[in-house]
């Protein structure tokens, strides 16, 4: 290859997929700067792609084998990781002119075909990396990813065979990584894993040290010490245990975000059963008014398959029925999608894509309904948010009910010159199926 004597090597990088995924960019694109080299946005500036793919469902691997490429046709020398690339025959038969192939969570590995296609440079005075890493995400906000892989064996789902079983970060770790993100000017932690709740399970909740003192790998212990640094902390993906109890207090003494992202899936039991999900829907809304209870405010975030193979009419006007009675806050639906490995795509009784699309019709419908009548009561409130953007009508924030890209917005109309990451006080003027609309009562 051409010398990169007196130049900086240049990569380039295309991040696809979940929050999960986000950070396993971050941290290829900080070791790629720790070790000097440059991160550029396009393809005729980088002398090597990354690109770290989604193979979750049908479309994602569409959409990751397009972008590889696009990269080839653009660049010429692409490097591919992610979730997609534990199926490297598959992206070899697509792509055959890949530099290399790694799968999930393998930095060393991605560093080291790195290393082959564009030696690291050196240069021991300069040292590019910034105190909270790269992020792809803005300076306010940043994904903390507290454990790999997962435990549970969900039928329509392919991650343990993607990225393996359950395996906790120290506790220490994910503290101090907080720590740096905070200092670095994060003003919003999102705690993401595969199941957040299941954190330290593998290690039976052993305790690290943080601060010199012995800390528990478990959700909520580090929820608790996550809450003690003066920023707002959101859980996603937690899988209903009774240890989501545990965190209900800190969200009622202001510590946690009175916010739960929880994947229910579906509501018949006969579904659930199928697709080896927890079954007990009347212990499921038993314990939603319990939540709520205790704290008033708390928004309940979740996702649901429709379609799912052997769902009746009568299965899914029972999810129905669930929509209206536990009321949740926010709520995205998918149809089923046969992932390739997935036991789920065995069973019988598929649903034919019509009728698939007209139960998510008809599901959405009903949640715009919920959702618009959650959302105008809280016109006349005051709420605290933060600013995400500014746009010609005037600024974007978040209320504490709102996580970002997946939920609503709160716009203020006519306020200008909020930095991103500002925080305030603003009273609810309108409301939507979705958004909220407000004016400033007073900037942090």
């Known amino acids: 290859m051409t010398s990169m004597t007196g130049r900086v090597p240049k990569v380039g990088f295309v991040s696809l997929g979940c929050p999960k995924a986000t950070v396993d960019s971050e941290r290829i694109l900080t070791q790629l700067r720790a070790e000097g080299y440059g991160i550029v946005g396009s393809y005729a500036d980088a002398d090597v792609v990354v690109v770290n793919t989604c193979g979750f469902?049908?479309?994602?691997?569409?959409?990751?084998l397009d972008a590889i490429?696009?990269?080839l046709a653009e660049n010429g020398r692409v490097i591919v990781t992610g979730c997609l690339g534990a199926k490297a025959e598959l992206i070899r038969a697509a792509h055959p002119k890949v530099l290399a192939v790694t799968g999930p969570q393998a930095l060393d590995a991605v560093m080291q075909a790195v290393h082959t296609a564009l030696p690291r440079p050196h240069d021991p005075y300069t040292?590019?990396?910034?105190?909270?890493?790269?992020?792809?995400?803005?300076?306010?906000?940043a994904y903390l990813k507290i454990s790999e892989g997962c435990n549970h064996r969900c039928t329509f789902c392919i991650i343990p065979s993607l990225r393996g079983d359950l395996v906790s970060r120290p506790v220490?770790?994910?503290?101090?990584?907080?720590?740096a993100l905070v200092r670095a000017g994060v003003r919003e932690l999102l705690v993401v894993s595969q199941d957040t709740s299941a954190y330290g399970v593998d290690v039976k909740y052993r305790p690290g040290f943080w601060n010199g003192r012995p800390l528990k790998t478990r959700m909520a212990d580090l929820a608790g010490a996550l809450g003690s640094l003066g920023v707002w902390v959101r859980l996603h993906y937690v899988y209903p245990y009774p240890s989501v109890d545990d965190v209900i207090p800190l969200m009622a003494e202001g510590r946690v975000l009175p916010y739960l992202d929880i994947p229910f899936q579906h509501a018949s039991e006969r579904i659930l059963r199928l697709m080896k999900r927890p079954g007990a829907v009347e212990k499921t809304l038993d314990r939603i008014a319990a939540w709520r209870q205790a704290v008033p405010d708390l928004t309940l975030r979740s996702t649901f398959i429709v379609g799912f193979p052997g769902e009746t009419e009568a299965d899914f006007e029972t999810l129905l029925e669930f929509l209206q009675v536990a009321q949740l806050d926010r709520v995205g639906c998918f149809t089923y999608s046969p992932v390739e490995g997935a036991a789920a795509n065995a069973l019988p009784g598929a649903v034919p894509e019509a009728v698939k699309a007209e139960r998510l019709e008809r599901f959405m419908a009903v949640q715009a309904e919920i959702s618009a009548r959650r959302l105008a009561a809280k016109v006349g409130r005051e709420i605290?948010?933060?600013?995400d953007a500014e746009d010609e009508a005037g600024s974007v924030a978040r209320s504490r009910a709102d996580a970002p890209e997946i939920d609503g917005v709160v716009y203020l109309d006519g306020v200008h010159g909020l930095a991103p990451g500002t925080q305030l006080t603003v009273r609810v003027e309108d409301a939507g199926e979705h958004d909220l609309w407000g004016s400033p009562v007073m900037v942090r």
């Open 57 to 64: 469902i049908d479309a994602a691997v569409e959409e990751s």
């Open 69 to 71: 490429g696009e990269a």
């Open 127 to 141: 040292d590019l990396v910034p105190p909270g890493g790269i992020k792809l995400t803005p300076r306010h906000y």
């Open 172 to 179: 220490g770790d994910v503290m101090r990584e907080a720590e």
């Open 384 to 387: 605290e948010v933060i600013v």
